[in-house]
């Protein structure tokens, strides 16, 4: 017989041991759960929820309302004109089943849906139908748009007299005039679905803990590591190299995701990378690698990156030192300083065998008139350069300094205006001369004997209009070679202010566009990386289309030190050689050398008009002596000017000038009509045509073309045949 083992009791003190040990280890086991839960948080898919029998359909009730952030409430804006418009049948087929029973009139049923309409679109502008949950988005929409509402509301009405009329008897026969009226109902209800569109949620990224930091890493790059190139960043997976401290701030290579990131997406996603830095946009560059000597074909792939944590022209920038400066065959105008404290930015007057303008274009309070104060000083500076000024708009106010010394300066003499503008042709065309038969060559070279002109007009949308955009198209397209050039300041870079023609801007610009700050719907015009509508408003900060795309802010001096530079300048300024002189004369009829006499005695009209009127004294009626530029000639129709040898017979050894012929030598396509009506009388529809197709130009030139040349007496119908043209001579 199997003996049976004997169990021990264990006593009183053993069992209270055993029980304090299993409440140690319960307590253990719940601190490490309560661990777990904080380090994994409530996405660790650990439930707390318990079965119980008690609350079960509350639970089920609550479980079918729609939360927050469920697809239900974010929807909900666009299933409600569904949700409105089944409302309306259901109602309308109640009000069916009653009026039938009852036998209603149509009058009736029309009457009670109206006034059924005009009470709910009363209901729903209370304050407490804005405060419902149900009817807030109603409420809201006939708040904001009443007419839509009402029409949505008259819909329903005309429905409902519509279904009375027809009398539906079954199912189907209601249920085919009701698709088609909850169709019309959702097509008129595309207004609100135009306003209530669904907002795009992008799931919350969930953070990543970031890595250990490089030995040595800039606070800038590690903020572009965890913030810019992480998971979620814009610039997911670039990466900032070789970072070098500056005295402004960093300077780094770009390292850019080949074939999924490019230069102009980098730039697009600046104002992101600018919450991640902490620095402003403006204050962020991203520019191509330069091409070198060692690697002309930089790759795309990388890129310059500069953040400005300490801006060079915060404090304003002093004007010093000379403002021409020679680079090789470059004559260059300094500007100020860029933001990032790398160069300066520089306007190009001079290149080889050519000479520019430029516009500049910012609001009042800008700084356009320090910057034109720059340029007249460089130029003055560089001993081979004479300044004419145009003031536009106060009548030599602008910039008194440049109106006070320029070799001849205009105010609101309009008649004037087009003197110049006839001078400068002149000059165009005679220096053209000069180079072809003397100087054997086809572009300009300034010297202190020969120098070049540079043109200021300030605001000059009131000088450059279109009736006289024509001639000053010519002169900043044909200048370049010629030593003439002009720089136009005004408001606005639209066409209005170079006389509603694209030519004019286009050539302009090409030489130098400098933007200051400007209205948001002048930004868009103008093809720079940064927006100048977002410049701060301060004078003399701007952008320059030079390639740089960084800001620079303009150097500038006060009157008395900008006027005693400006007069040092002079001592050693140039003067025109006596050819140009007899050309700009030649051109004007002697208004060039009579410039001060004019001047003089437009400022004794001025005085004697403002004696007047201190005297109580009415002013005597006298000619105006402004002018609307009216019979100015149209684009691409300027004729050769006729030059009178005998007005400058004065000028010696003007042998070319001499023997011009009194009548214009023609070119181009005036040329090529005088040359094809050489061999007989055509029609005009001929010699339009003829002349498109020979020179390539519009219908609308050969029309003005072959009138300038009636106007000439080169060309004249044929009497007694209509639409023939012969030549006169």
Not at 80 to 101: D, F, K, M, N, S
Not at 378 to 406: C, M, N
Not at 564 to 574: E, F, S
Not at 675 to 699: F, V
Request: with cysteine.
């Amino acid at each position: 017989m199997a003996s049976r083992k004997k169990t021990r009791t264990l006593s009183r003190a053993e069992k209270a041991q055993v029980a304090a040990a299993a409440r140690d280890i319960t307590r253990e086991l719940e601190t490490i759960r309560q661990s777990a839960d904080e380090a994994t948080g409530p996405d660790s898919g650990t439930s707390t929820l318990r079965f119980t029998s008690e609350g079960m359909l509350a639970r089920a009730v609550a479980a079918l309302k729609a939360g927050p952030d469920s697809l239900r409430a974010h929807m909900r804006p666009q299933f409600y004109p569904w949700r409105v418009g089944i409302a309306v049948l259901a109602a309308t087929y109640v009000q069916e089943v009653v009026t039938t029973l009852s036998v209603t009139s149509a009058l009736t049923v029309a009457a009670g849906s109206a006034a059924t309409a005009w009470a709910a679109l009363a209901l729903l502008r209370t304050a407490k139908a804005r405060a419902s949950k149900r009817a807030d988005l109603a409420a809201a929409w006939v708040r904001d748009e009443p007419g839509h509402a009402r029409v949505i509301a008259w819909a329903a009405v005309v429905w409902a007299v519509a279904l009375h009329l027809l009398q539906p008897e079954t199912a189907a026969e209601f249920a085919r005039p009701s698709i088609l009226f909850l169709l019309g109902f959702l097509a008129a209800s595309a207004r609100f679905w135009q306003v209530h569109r669904p907002e795009r949620t992008a799931p919350a990224a969930r953070s990543m803990p970031a890595g250990p930091p490089p030995p040595g890493e800039h606070p800038i790059a590690r903020k572009w590591r965890t913030l810019v190139a992480s998971g979620g960043g814009p610039l997911n997976s670039s990466k900032l190299s070789s970072v070098v401290a500056e005295e402004f701030g960093i300077q780094a290579v770009l390292e850019l995701v080949p074939g999924k990131q490019d230069i102009d997406g980098a730039r697009a996603a600046l104002p992101k990378i600018a919450t991640a830095l902490g620095i402003s946009a403006a204050n962020l560059m991203i520019e191509p690698v330069a091409p070198t000597k060692d690697e002309p074909n930089p790759d795309p792939a990388k890129c310059e990156f500069r953040a400005v944590t300490a801006s060079a022209i915060a404090d304003g920038v002093a004007l010093e030192g000379r403002r021409y400066e020679r680079d090789g065959a470059d004559g260059l105008v300094r500007i100020g300083p860029y933001a990032d404290g790398d160069g300066e930015a520089r306007l190009r007057l001079y290149t080889k065998d050519s000479m520019w303008g430029g516009y500049i274009v910012g609001v009042t309070g800008s700084g356009k008139s320090g910057m034109l104060d720059n340029l007249a000083l460089a130029a003055w500076q560089s001993a081979h350069t004479v300044v004419f000024y145009i003031d536009g708009a106060k009548d030599g106010g602008s910039s008194p300094l440049i109106f006070e010394r320029a070799d001849w300066a205009l105010g609101n003499q309009p008649d004037q205006w087009q003197h110049m503008a006839d001078a400068l042709l002149t000059l165009i065309r005679v220096r053209g001369a000069e180079n072809r038969r003397r100087l054997k060559t086809s572009g300009f070279t300034p010297t202190p004997a020969r120098p070049g002109v540079v043109v200021i007009l300030d605001e000059s949308h009131k000088i450059v209009t279109r009736n006289t955009a024509a001639k000053w198209g010519y002169i900043t397209r044909e200048g370049r070679a010629s030593g003439v050039s002009v720089f136009m300041a005004s408001q606005i870079f639209g066409l209005e202010s170079f006389g509603g023609d694209d030519a004019v801007r286009s050539s302009v610009c090409a030489g130098n566009t400098v933007a200051l700050q400007v209205g948001r719907n002048q930004a868009g015009m103008m093809d720079f990386p940064l927006n100048p509508a977002k410049l701060p408003k301060v004078a003399g900060i701007g952008l320059i289309d030079d390639g740089r795309e960084a800001v620079f802010r303009a150097a500038h001096a006060d009157g008395e030190d900008m006027a005693a530079r400006m007069d040092a300048a002079l001592v050693n300024a140039a003067a025109l050689d006596p050819l140009a002189v007899g050309a700009l004369d030649a051109g004007c009829d002697s208004a060039y050398s009579r410039r001060h006499e004019i001047a003089e005695q437009a400022d004794a009209e001025v005085d004697a008009m403002l004696e007047a009127l201190e005297a109580g004294i009415s002013p005597t009626a006298r000619t105006p002596r402004t002018s609307t530029g009216a019979d100015a000639p149209a684009a691409d129709s300027i004729a050769p000017p006729v030059i009178d040898p005998s007005v400058l017979s004065h000028v010696p050894d003007l042998s070319i000038l001499k023997n011009a012929p009194a009548a214009p030598k023609w070119s181009g396509v005036h040329a090529e009509i005088l040359d094809y009506l050489a061999e007989g009388p055509e029609q005009r529809k001929e010699i339009e045509a003829h002349a498109i197709q020979a020179t390539g130009t519009a219908r609308a030139t050969v029309s003005r073309a072959i009138e300038v040349l009636r106007t000439h007496e080169e060309i004249a119908p044929v009497p007694g045949r209509r639409g023939l043209w012969q030549r006169t001579a």
